[in-house]
């Protein structure tokens, strides 16, 4: 042992080891400095440690061999050796070690390309948003919780939920909705990447950390194309000022992209703070909000609580009335039925009505009473009349663009529809149920190459969500496409929308038994919740007796299929049968449809 330690000082590998590690430490923090300030790809400084920890071991070897013939220093011909291996080692090392995308922060790989793997496994419409990117564009990432307690996240979604829907306000802005840039909380991927899957040129990120009557908040706009920093701030500001902190902050960014208030003729600046502005008040609101997004019957009696202790708070409180009313008509359509059903929609009724005495300028409370008046009424030209205020009042929605193409769609006017989806999903370009609908109404165009198109991109966004398959399905039929049809339909996941899916595809085939008896099955198990599937189905069976029979029940449980009636292919085979008027009239419809009829 002691002769190996005499032998390792002899060397000088003790020395050499020291010294090589102060010199790549110092080195390190250069590249860093350098790094942050030019936006450099972190990949170079991955680079650098890889060829560091190389060289390492190359240059305790040169010490050891120059110790062995007793001279410290390097001839020419050592330095370019020493150089080549530290090239070789450090590609090498690079080439096969596995690496993984930063955390998207203000520092990280912010001018990196995607991988070009990456964009083309993208369908052509999410391409499309990455390939038209509008100089002023923002999306508002979720700012980060900082304050240590999970029950503290939902400020920090209300305070970039404000932001998004302050930045709204601004003409020629395109701002980026909750739903699509939420989808990026804690993601890896690249600053780059990220404003590239949504369209934007910039980003707005940041952290909030709440104490006791004190709030820091800091906020960085970055300019995605090269990293670089457009604005940033940190507030530290007694809470009592958040609500003037967001109206800094939301100044500070428009100011920066130069955007100037919405002047379009009808708009109304919206805020969803209590009009008393208590803080209180406006907290129970945000736990509200964030209940209601899980989608559950057990979240939304959770979030209609945090809505009336918000009104417990500030009576006045349009935005909680409204929320409130939103909240039992999602109870009444998805959770209960009956008489319970019925008293759910009566408190609907009664909330959102408060609400628009309140505030009669609420576009969220006009977009409420649209879904009321559709869902609970079926008041298809009420909803459509409160549904175009609602956008009036603030014709950068996306959600209000997309809730009037629904109403224009039920009313027969799916050009129109489908215009509008597209202008919406500009503002949420990862909305995987919006693209859905896209498919059903360029569907009913016959357009059945871009609505093969959408669907394709929605179940890229969202694979294991039902229906996608099932209306893919339907475009094979109509293209006279049976066995695609059937392989199409046994994709979507197993339930009552592949059974469906099933059995609408064997419809076409030639197999008649196998037909006849999916029929029967899905009748025997579904009569009550898919008659108005089951009367597509005799549709396409070109069995019109029993077409109507099943639509006739699907009107007396209720089905909202029946408001499909006007952009339906299979059902509009029989428009012309006089039965079809009749109906019509007796659900409030019109009979006249620009949707295409399967022949």
């Not at 693209?435 to 569907?443: C, D, F, M, R």
Request: proline fraction near 5%; charged fraction near 20%.
């Amino acid at each position: 042992m002691d002769e190996l330690w005499r032998g390792l000082k002899q060397r000088k590998l003790v020395q050499w080891a020291i010294a090589y590690v102060a010199f790549a430490f110092a080195l390190l923090q250069g590249v860093d400095i350098v790094a942050q300030r030019f936006a450099w790809p972190d990949q170079i400084e991955r680079v650098l440690i890889l060829a560091l920890a190389v060289g390492f071991f190359v240059a305790i070897v040169l010490a050891w061999y120059h110790g062995e013939r007793g001279a410290q220093k390097f001839s020419g011909a050592e330095i370019m050796i020493l150089a080549l291996l530290l090239s070789i080692g450090g590609g090498l090392l690079w080439r096969f070690a596995p690496t993984q995308a930063p955390a998207a922060t203000v520092t990280a790989v912010a001018n990196a390309a995607p991988p070009a793997s990456v964009m083309e496994k993208q369908p052509d419409l999410l391409a499309a948003v990455a390939a038209n990117i509008p100089e002023k564009s923002v999306a508002v990432l979720p700012f980060v919780n900082d304050s240590g307690a999970k029950d503290e996240q939902f400020f920090s979604d209300g305070l970039s939920q404000d932001l998004i829907t302050a930045l709204s306000q601004f003409a020629g802005l395109k701002v980026i909705n909750r739903d699509s840039a939420f989808q990026f909380r804690d993601s890896r991927d690249s600053i780059k990447l990220i404003a590239q899957k949504l369209g934007v040129a910039h980003l707005l990120e940041g952290t909030v950390q709440r104490g006791g009557d004190e709030v820091r908040i800091t906020a960085t706009l970055v300019n995605a194309a090269d990293g670089s920093i457009l604005w940033s701030q940190r507030y530290d500001r007694p809470y009592k000022d958040l609500f003037a902190l967001q109206d800094t902050i939301t100044q500070a960014v428009a100011g920066a992209l130069k955007a100037k208030l919405l002047t379009a003729p009808g708009a109304v600046v919206q805020s969803d703070r209590p009009p008393g502005g208590n803080l209180d008040a406006y907290m129970a609101y945000q736990r509200g909000v964030a209940y209601y997004a899980l989608g559950t019957e057990a979240a939304d009696h959770k979030a209609g609580e945090a809505f009336s202790e918000a009104i417990r708070l500030d009576p006045r409180y349009a935005a909680a009335h409204a929320q409130l009313s939103g909240t039992w008509n999602s109870l009444a359509s998805q959770f209960l039925g009956g008489a319970q059903s019925a008293q759910a929609n009566a408190k609907a009724r009664a909330a959102v009505n408060t609400a628009l005495k309140l505030d009669p300028d609420s576009a969220l409370a006009h977009g409420i009473n649209s879904r009321l008046l559709l869902a609970a009424d079926r008041n298809w030209t009420g909803a459509e009349a409160e549904a175009r205020r609602a956008l009036q009042l603030a014709p950068n929605d996306g959600p209000a663009k997309f809730h009037l193409s629904t109403i224009l769609a039920i009313l027969g006017q799916t050009q129109q529809a489908a215009d509008l989806t597209r202008q919406a999903l500009q503002t949420d370009p990862r909305n995987a149920n919006w693209y859905g609908w896209l498919v059903v109404y360029l569907t009913a165009q016959g357009r059945l190459d871009e609505a093969a198109q959408a669907s394709n991109t929605a179940i890229a966004l969202q694979p294991g969500a039902v229906a996608n398959h099932e209306q893919l399905a339907i475009i094979e039929i109509l293209r006279g496409e049976p066995k695609a049809a059937l392989a199409t339909a046994q994709q979507e996941p197993s339930g009552v929308w592949h059974d469906i899916a099933i059995t609408l595809a064997l419809q076409v085939g030639p197999d008649r038994a196998k037909a006849d008896a999916a029929l029967l099955a899905l009748i025997d198990k579904d009569a009550d919740l898919a008659p108005y599937q089951i009367a597509q189905v005799y549709a396409l069976r070109r069995d019109p007796d029993a077409m109507f029979k099943w639509l006739e029940h699907a009107r007396s449980v209720r089905d909202p299929g029946v408001s499909y009636l006007l952009f339906d292919p299979l059902i509009l085979r029989y428009q012309h049968d006089p039965r079809f008027a009749a109906f019509c009239k007796k659900i409030g419809l019109p009979t006249t449809t620009d949707a295409v009829a399967m022949k």
